[in-house]
């Protein structure tokens, strides 16, 4: 694929830059074939799409986090009132922003839910055509590199992610763009606007991004220290070219947090933020798994530790060898690209101490692609000699990742789609079992039996409706424009005072997941109110308890 053929065009005559080394972008040249980036591409999007297929149209697997990103996406276009801001503040917007396009075609053939999974096909497959590219660079030979590629497309989770609709396989793109870019710096003036550019993409994906944008920053000024005469005015225009885009998109989105919502920290501090979640350890407590290391970074960092060998062994080794590898070659480049891996571990780690992290082991899934980068800062300068060890470690930490992955997502305390998954490879009679407690699959089962019943009631009026426990309902819904969800504007007075606004409320049972109707009314679902009387409970019908309240004019 000639897509990242921008990151090597030389730009020789720049004042700022050295001249660009037209034989080493050759020489690159010649290590990929002239199709290899669309072979890989192919084949991996094939792959993709046809394990995405089985997840949701045959197993009934997903993520809700990944489901919630195609909601919001469904919001914008089909909704009470449509308009961009129903993207929601405090998911980043760019995977439900990429999605837009795609949601009327899936919409008509009613293929909504895999509406996510064709934009983590995609994305999956273009990540997989990057690290060929930066494997490349890092003088891994073309047989040597296809095999890592293809070992990297099959890791347990790596896969399941490309498929699943989630946001990791977009931010794993830009990483490996980023790192691509770095990589060929200062040879090439597009590879600065291109760093700028995804660091600036990256926040709107994940907010991991800001240990990145702080490593780059480092990165540019370990590179440019007391390396020539001028170094200090070329490192200012190296950090405004990179730095900038990403600090507009960051100054951009405290903005409409700060118009739109009342709070430029809303993303944060709101009752829906990720700081809130109700699936981190300094919401759930003591039961959650990773409690004793919240406030406590030696069990934080151990815990990170483990999650990463579970996803790939030789992480910690490689992170250590790479490390004395780019010491003792005095590499700057080196440095840049290791301290750009390490500090999305590293924040990955500090959520884990926060206690703002949940416990899905997909968060530690960058160990598996960034070991092949750190095996490659260490393979470019390495003796031949030293080449097949090296290469005969990753490859068997591959073999070794699948089960020690597959049984990690058998974890109990993980749960959800992870367990359901593993346990359909490893023990697919178990699977069944594990249904009614994966909330997606509950999900699934209940959304068309509420719907049904919720346009029967918002022919006669408004119904009001929380899209963050709800929103399977929303997109379900015939009449989505008869319902008053979260994302509309003027939701939080119609809470405050519903009468007169709102005919009917929808209710999930407080237990299962909180609102911001229970949190408003938190007797309502079990006692009703002076102003609210019982319309509808699913009883049986569903397998959560679901209840419509009737708003008293």
């Given amino acids: 694929m000639n897509l990242p053929d921008w990151l090597n065009r030389p730009y020789a005559r720049s004042r700022v830059l050295r001249p660009a080394k037209p034989l080493q972008n050759a020489d690159m040249e010649k290590?990929?074939?002239?199709?290899?980036?669309?072979?890989?591409?192919?084949?991996?999007?094939?792959?993709?799409?046809?394990?995405?297929?089985?997840l949701n149209f045959v197993w009934h697997i997903g993520n809700g986090d990944g489901l919630s990103r195609t909601a919001n996406a469904y919001y914008v276009l089909y909704s009470r009132e449509p308009h961009l801001a129903a993207i929601g503040f405090?998911?980043?917007?760019?995977?439900?922003?990429l999605q837009l396009p795609l949601i009327p075609i899936t919409k008509a053939l009613g293929w909504l839910t895999f509406t996510g999974g064709i934009l983590s096909s995609v994305f999956g497959a273009l990540s997989l055509v990057m690290m060929n590219r930066l494997l490349a660079n890092l003088k891994f030979p073309p047989g040597i590199r296809w095999v890592f590629i293809a070992f990297l497309q099959f890791h347990p989770?790596?896969?399941?992610?490309?498929?699943?609709?989630?946001?990791?396989?977009?931010?794993?793109f830009l990483v490996i763009t980023i790192l691509v870019g770095m990589n060929l710096m200062p040879d090439s003036l597009r590879s600065w606007v291109i760093v700028g550019c995804c660091l600036a993409l990256a926040f709107l994906v994940r907010y991991e991004s800001l240990g990145i944008i702080v490593a780059v920053g480092v990165a540019v000024i370990v590179h440019m220290w007391a390396s020539e005469r001028n170094w200090r005015s070329k490192s200012e225009g190296w950090l405004l070219a990179i730095l900038m885009p990403p600090a507009y998109i960051i100054a951009l989105w405290l903005f409409f947090n700060w118009t739109l919502l009342g709070d430029p920290f809303y993303f944060y501090r709101s009752f829906y933020s990720l700081a809130n979640a109700s699936d981190i350890a300094k919401v759930v407590g003591i039961g959650h798994p990773m409690y004793l290391a919240w406030g406590n970074i030696a069990i934080a960092i151990k815990d990170g530790m483990v999650r990463s060998i579970q996803q790939f062994p030789a992480y910690p080794v490689l992170i250590v060898f790479s490390f004395i590898s780019i010491l003792i070659h005095k590499s700057r480049r080196g440095f840049g690209l290791f301290i750009v891996m390490v500090s999305v571990t590293a924040f990955t780690v500090l959520q884990v101490y926060l206690g703002t992290l949940a416990n899905w082991l997909r968060y530690w899934f960058y160990a598996a692609p960034f070991s092949l980068v750190l095996a490659g800062l260490i393979n470019e300068n390495m003796q031949r000699k030293w080449r097949v060890p090296l290469y005969a470690?990753?490859?068997?930490?591959?073999?070794?990742?699948?089960?020690?992955?597959?049984?990690?997502?058998?974890?109990?305390?993980?749960?959800?789609?992870e367990q359901r998954l593993s346990a359909l490879i490893l023990d697919p009679q178990v699977e069944p079992s594990l249904r009614d407690k994966d909330w997606y699959w509950i999900d699934l089962n209940d959304a068309p039996i509420v719907a049904k019943v919720v346009d029967?009631?918002?022919?006669k009026g408004l119904v009001m409706v929380d899209s963050s426990s709800s929103f399977s309902v929303i997109m379900d819904a015939q009449a989505p424009q008869r319902l008053f969800i979260t994302n509309d504007s003027g939701f939080d007075q119609a809470l405050a005072h519903p009468q007169g606004v709102v005919s009917y409320i929808l209710l999930l049972d407080p237990t299962v997941q909180l609102s911001a109707i229970n949190v408003a009314y938190p007797t309502l679902f079990d006692d009703g109110a002076s102003w609210a009387t019982l319309a509808w409970d699913s009883g049986p019908q569903t397998i959560e308890h679901w209840r419509i309240y009737a708003v008293k004019k």
């Fill in 31 to 54: 290590r990929l074939g002239k199709y290899e980036g669309w072979i890989i591409f192919v084949l991996s999007l094939l792959l993709n799409l046809i394990l995405a297929y089985f």
């Fill in 90 to 97: 405090v998911w980043p917007p760019l995977p439900s922003l």
């Fill in 157 to 172: 989770d790596t896969w399941y992610l490309f498929a699943s609709g989630m946001a990791e396989p977009i931010f794993l």
């Fill in 393 to 417: 470690l990753l490859i068997v930490s591959f073999i070794v990742a699948t089960p020690l992955s597959l049984y990690a997502m058998r974890d109990a305390r993980v749960g959800g789609d």
């Fill in 456 to 459: 029967q009631y918002s022919q």
